[in-house]
């Protein structure tokens, strides 16, 4: 477990429009990006796979919306849900799938990912996931060190998974800009970039920074990293304060720009949502001070395994909690977990998500979200199936900024689905079927539909195996 955590917590240090389409709007602004360059900075290429409309009937259908649905159907095309309930009719040229005793969710998104920054085989060459230079490199992007063909991003597809946000490391107080992904195959990291998504900014407090940094300069102390995120945060004010200057009257030549600053200001503007690794209670309360000080708002405080203890505070301020279903106790900050902080989280009113941060944690999110409602209730912490789910759906959806477009079955939505073989809170359902974005992407009994990278090419799955 200390091994698999080390990405992150452990730090390397080497028509009319549909609501989809309204809610996109302010994000497609903000991804135009800095109001420090005029032109678009590595746009968005993905394209939809064309895919025949699909009927997928006689199924359990959990929306993560509030209803499960028995024996029911849900209908999609040209990538958006059409329809879901109990009588939902096809048109003529609907692929008809049969989900007698098989269940329906949305795509599960996972909102702490390292793959592609940190890619197999694991090898220094593929070590691309912290830049341990400086303590605020909020200079660099996720997506410039994604590398589109690491092979767990198949395995990933194949448990459910249709949308990550891959993140730097957690080496730097400030550690980068992530990247909001489409699980597909594909030949760049512009051509999986979720569509108008936000950015999302990497922070990190506690331990981390001060083992990376404690002997290079600092910073060593607690203290020390409070002082480098407001250092940070007042140079990005004098910034943005240039640029709206100059942006407002174009006169003269425009401030110079700062990729660092740029950032930040973005952060200033609401425009990229913070993203901050943190596990003790009292940080998670210094760091909220932080964004009262700055005028910005934490979205989510991911591992926090300590969130329990300031659950009223997080609900109050609006901060999301990411955590894991029962891993702690590998470093000194993380000692204090317990089995039922998402489900005292959730009862407090925090939006609560069930994270991987492991390559091989994504492969069954399900479980992980199952096991999590399950130790609540257990303890006698009310957690409903649809709460559960949403935890790895709607409430990921809801930290990427994307909530209006994804995360939900529901007539409108983007067509990311999943069918499973049985209950997906069950050890012993698979996903038989994965769709994103209305396309195809893996079926389990049909080799032509189980994405493989060129890193694999010539090794040859097993027979009967999907791999």
Known sequence: MVVAAAAC???????????????AAPAAAAQQDSFSAERAQYPSTYQRHPNSPVLIKNATIMTAAGQEIANGSILFKDGRIVAVGTSVTAPADAVVVDGTGKYVTPGIIDVHSHMGVYAAPGT???SDGNEATRPNTADVWAEHSFWPQDPQIPLAIAGGVTTIEALPGSANLIGGRSAILKLVPARTVQAMKFPNAPYGLKMACGENPKRVYGDRGGPSTRMGNMAGYRDAFIAAEAYRRRWDKWNAKHEGDPPERDLKNETLAEVLRGHILVENHCYR???MAQMMDLGREFGFKIRSFHHAVEAYKVRDLLAANGTGATVWSDWWGFKEEAMDGIHENAALLQQAGVKVNIHSDDAGVIQHMNQEAAKAMYYGIQAGIPVTRDQALRWITANPAWTLGIDSIVGTLEAGKMADVVLWSG????????????????????????????PRTDFELGQEPLPGSDR
């Open 9 to 23: 917590a452990g730090a390397r240090a080497t028509q009319s429009p549909t609501p989809a389409q309204h809610a």
């Open 124 to 126: 220094f060459a593929e």
């Open 281 to 283: 209670a009292d940080e």
């Open 423 to 450: 209950d997906p809170f069950s050890v012993y359902s698979r996903a038989l079927q994965v769709y994103n974005d209305g396309w195809l992407v893996y079926d389990r009994n049909d080799p032509l539909h189980q």
